[in-house]
Structures are given as C-alpha cells and as structure tokens.
C-alpha cells in the first residue's frame, strides 16, 4: 500500500459534516448538493481528504439511526469518491462498510472499535480516544493521568488494528471527547508523546468549545465558534509542529496555509548551517 503520508507538509482533512445539529457548522451542507460543493471547495483549497459525517458528535447529540445515517452520507461519497480521497465518520458498522462501498478508503471512527470492520473492507482506520458517548461525556470527565490513559488506550486499539490486518492506521487523542479544557491542553502538549508511538497521529481541535474559553472574546466572554479561527489555527499548527501528520479542519485554505509552513524555518535554518545562502532567487 503507498504511504498516505505527504512528504512535503502534514496532510489536512476537511470536515464535510451532512448534519442539521453539528455544532459549528450544522445545517449548512445537509442537501447533498451542497455538501458536494462544499467537499469541492475544500478540494479546491488543498484538502487532502473530506472527511463525510452524518451523525453530530457533540456533547448531548442525539443518536441517528443507520437508515437516516447512510441516507444523508452515501450520496456524497459516491460523488467525491474518484476526486478526492475520502473517509467515513461513523461509529456504526453498517455505515462504514457501505461507505467503503461508495469509494471511502479511510474509517474515522470516534469510538475507537470499527478496527474488524476496516479489517474486513480494506480500508484504512483512525481510532480517536473519547471518554463516556456524546449524550454523557461532558459531564464529569475524569482521568488520574489524562496524558497516559489516552496513550496506553490508543496504543492498545492501534495493535489490535494491526494484528487484524489493518493496513493504514491512525491514532487521534479525541480533543474534546470527554475531556475539560485542562486535559485538552495537557494532550495537545503531549502530541509530541503520541507521534512517538509510531502511528501516524490526526489532531481535531477546530472550533472547540475549549478554545473559546482559552482564547475569550475581548469582554472576556466565551468566544463564540464564528471568533474561533485564530485559536483553531494556533492549536492546528502547534500540533503539526509537534509531529501530527494530519489535522481535521473546517477552515481549509487558512491551514494548509500554516501547513505549508510548518517546518520550513528550521529546514532554512538547518541549510544556512550546511553553508547554503537560504535565499530564494527573488532574493526575498
Ligand atoms: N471531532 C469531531 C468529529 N469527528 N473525528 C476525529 N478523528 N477527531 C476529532 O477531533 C473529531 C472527529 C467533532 O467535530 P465536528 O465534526 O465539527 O462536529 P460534530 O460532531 O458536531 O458534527
């Protein structure tokens, strides 16, 4: 199998969410053919996969059922699927395994337990750490070593993916799945712990409720999801800084932006020590 990683910047996957009640961006690409669109701006901005959802995770989102799932979901894979790389974002067998069938190549999977699915479909899996389920997990969060129980857990999932047969698999620390603001802080400041791992790590802070309180609107209140781009762009970077090969973003052009500059002062710097001038021929 070739490597999915990008040699020349961290890989960003957009977020495609086919939902009315997502928490950022609900309701604004549930028609099918908005979505497409949507999926072929991304395209357009330098997304390297869409990451297609048909079911909101946010902390006390109702269940949807498989039928409503693969209704809103499978239209649109089948219509990206040859354009774009494309990944499923499901908790439910069912889904996930029609959605490879529609050209998805890539389970996300925020539940940590398709790994036999992805098995048997071929196809490649992320499993994201997340404590309790979206109806309950932000109601007391608890860990004694965040950083540690959200490390063994993954690692532990990611072996079992691979003794399985699992070809392409990916860890994701589940920013805001269960977690406070403090653990999602201490697990951002340990991405470097999980690339470390081996497993090529995927970083979703986009939009979050914790960047907001971290990064408060100028009266000091919550910033709201439409004033979380600087925040989401620094937590994006830090990651991919960090050693993250992917980032899940709503805001595309404006990180694969930062993607492309992650990294690119320290090779400058390594070549100007190697004796190389550094400057480009524009002499900029
Ligand atoms: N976050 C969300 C959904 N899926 N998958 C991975 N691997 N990592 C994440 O951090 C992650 C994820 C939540 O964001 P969003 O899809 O925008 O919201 P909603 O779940 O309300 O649709």
Redesign the pocket.
């Known amino acids: 199998m070739p490597s999915p990683l990008n040699e020349d910047r961290p890989l960003v996957m957009g ?1 495609l ?1 086919v ?1 009315p ?6 309701g604004e690409w549930f028609q099918s053919e908005r979505a497409i669109m949507r999926a072929q701006e991304m395209v357009a901005e330098g997304a390297d996969i869409v ?1 297609v ?1 048909g079911e ?3 902390p006390g ?1 109702d269940p949807v059922p498989a039928d409503e799932e693969l209704r809103r979901v499978i239209p649109v894979i089948e219509a990206l699927a040859g354009q774009v790389r494309v990944s499923i ?1 499901t908790t439910k067998p069912a889904v996930a395994e029609a959605a490879v069938e529609a050209g998805a190549t890539l389970i ?1 999977d ?1 539940s940590a337990a398709l790994w036999a699915v992805a098995a048997r479909c071929g196809a490649g899996w ?1 499993a ?1 750490h997340r404590q309790g389920t979206a109806k309950s997990m932000q109601r007391d969060p608890h860990y004694n070593d965040v950083v540690a129980e959200v490390t063994a857990m993954l690692v532990d999932r990611a072996g079992q993916a691979a003794a399985a047969g699992v070809e392409e698999v990916w860890i ?1 620390p ?4 269960g977690k406070t603001v403090e653990h999602n802080l201490e697990l951002l400041g340990s991405v470097s712990g999980l690339v470390a791992t081996g497993y090529p790590v ?3 802070t ?3 409720g914790f960047l907001g309180h971290v990064a408060r609107s100028a009266d000091g209140s919550v910033a709201p999801v439409t004033e979380r781009l600087p925040a989401s762009l620094a937590t994006a970077t830090w990651a991919m800084q960090q050693g993250a090969q992917m980032v ?1 973003v ?1 805001d595309v052009s404006a990180t694969v932006q930062a993607a492309l500059l992650v990294g690119r002062p320290a090779t400058a710097a390594a070549s100007r020590s190697n004796g190389s001038s550094g400057r480009s021929e524009a002499g900029e």
Do not use: E, P, Q
């Not at 589940?174 to 799945?177: A, L, Q, W």
């Open positions: 977020v969410n939902t009640d997502s928490f950022s961006d609900g990451d959802g909101s995770t946010r989102a974002d996300n925020v992320v994201m994701d589940g920013i805001g799945f995927l970083v979703g986009s939009r979050k899940r709503h």
